[in-house]
């Protein structure tokens, strides 16, 4: 699922729009696309996997294989980029300090032209909670569906309230009461 992640990506469609538009390639529901993109349930059905070639204009043969490595992409500032994009307006500068770096290193950074260090790769691992032992340099953090930082994952909990009815809602706001409280 990695290389479907990937394709969407590239195409420029947005993380939140990765299910419908998934969907829409593969003529199958939404669900069914949420559920692919997360890697669960069953694979792609034939029918699917030549939806997926016409939506794509890949060949069958070119599904396969790690699509980032055949198109050269560089996952770690693909990561970096992904990370510091995710951070509220103005907390670059934060986010640079906390690392005891300049902002414009962070800036290569996330051009591509200088590279973090191994101590300083996982100081951001730290600063995004990313689970321990995240290699950044292989692992594309940017084609996780789970949101990664805490603006992404508050707006995605936001998101998520916006579209549960009532009664779910009023079943929710009691463990989120005994969780949240302090």
């Excluded at 951070?87 to 902002?103: M, T």
């Excluded at 990664?148 to 909990?157: H, I, R």
């Amino acid at each position: 699922m990695r290389n479907i992640r990937y394709l969407l990506w590239k195409g420029g469609t947005e993380r939140k729009d990765w299910p419908s538009k998934l969907a829409e390639w593969l003529g199958c529901p939404l669900q069914r696309a949420e559920d692919l993109l997360a890697g669960e349930g069953e694979d792609l059905t034939s029918k699917e996997k030549k939806a997926l070639e016409k939506a794509t204009g890949l060949a069958p043969e070119g599904l396969f294989g790690d699509l980032l490595e055949k198109h050269g992409e560089d996952i770690l500032v693909g990561n970096i980029r992904h990370l510091i994009d995710g951070l509220p307006h103005g907390q670059k500068k934060e986010f640079a300090a906390k690392l005891g770096v300049d902002v414009t290193t962070v800036s290569r950074w996330i051009g591509g032209a200088q590279r973090p260090t191994k101590k300083k790769l996982e100081e951001i691992g730290k600063y995004f909670g990313l689970p321990p032992g995240t290699d950044l340099h292989s692992e594309a953090v940017f084609l996780w569906t789970d949101p990664v930082s805490e603006t992404q994952m508050k707006s995605w909990l936001m998101e998520q309230i916006q579209h549960i009815d009532g009664k779910t809602l009023r079943e929710v706001i009691p463990a989120l009461r005994k969780l949240l409280k302090k």
